[in-house]
């Protein structure tokens, strides 16, 4: 099983600072199989970065994926105040999904 | 856009069989580009993908090696909707459990989720 490691397990920053998160894998993955979501207390994920840099449908500009081989990035340019929330990584790989185990950004 | 709307029990006896349903609006289960998946989520465990099905001239499903031989992912075409059945549960079992799609706009992520069900396993 490829492995997510995501870090740090918290991100203590202001509104208006940059925000860079960090997913790496134990394995190689291919960069259309890396995804990241955002997900706020009581809500379902939510989809921001596909193919480790396409934005989803309705996403913002100031999110951003990079990244490639083991090691990807979400960059957020300029924390909003709805973008406190924690972040996942996914990949997919042998016919199944597995995600990191989040990286919270709370508000310092 | 497309809604999908989750329904089932919140509380399950050890051993026995948890049962959710998740009904599609603005998209077909029968659809040639999406998968419906169910993904849980636990303090213990995190976000963990189950399973799916999908259709593509005939139907096709996936499972988890972590719950295989314990789940079934059902379509049903007559009410666009699918449903999770996951037997001989234990405690272990509790999460949250989501319906999410995937498939449209990348194959490999999940776009639209339900709004998730809270599940206890408890006597």
Do not use: M
């Amino acid at each position: 099983e490829n492995v997510l490691t995501q870090s740090p397990g918290t991100l203590s920053l202001s509104p208006g600072e940059r925000a860079t998160l960090s997913c790496r894998a134990s394995q190689r993955i291919s960069s259309n199989y890396l995804a990241w979501y955002q997900q706020k207390p009581g809500q379902a994920p939510r989809l921001l970065i596909y193919g480790a840099s396409s934005r989803a449908t309705g996403i913002p500009d100031r999110f951003s994926g990079s990244g490639s081989g083991t090691d990807f990035t979400l960059t957020i340019s300029r924390l909003e105040p709805e973008d406190f929330a924690v972040y996942y990584c996914q990949q997919y790989g042998s016919s199944s999904w597995t995600f990191g185990q989040g990286t919270k950004v709370e508000i310092k | 856009q497309v809604l999908l709307h989750q329904s089932g029990p919140g509380l399950v006896k050890p051993s026995q069989t948890l049962s959710l349903t998740c009904v599609i609006s603005g998209d077909s289960v029968s659809s040639n580009s999406a998968a419906w998946n169910w993904i849980r989520q636990s303090p213990s465990r995190g976000l963990e993908w189950l399973g799916r099905t999908y259709y593509r001239s005939k139907w096709y499903d996936g499972y988890a090696v972590s719950v295989e031989g314990r789940i079934t992912i059902n379509p049903d075409t007559s009410k666009n909707q699918f449903s999770l059945h996951l037997n001989s549960v234990t405690p272990e079992d509790t999460a949250v459990y989501y319906c999410a799609r995937g498939g449209y706009t990348s194959a490999f992520s999940f776009d639209s989720w339900g709004q998730g069900t809270l599940v206890t396993v408890s006597s």
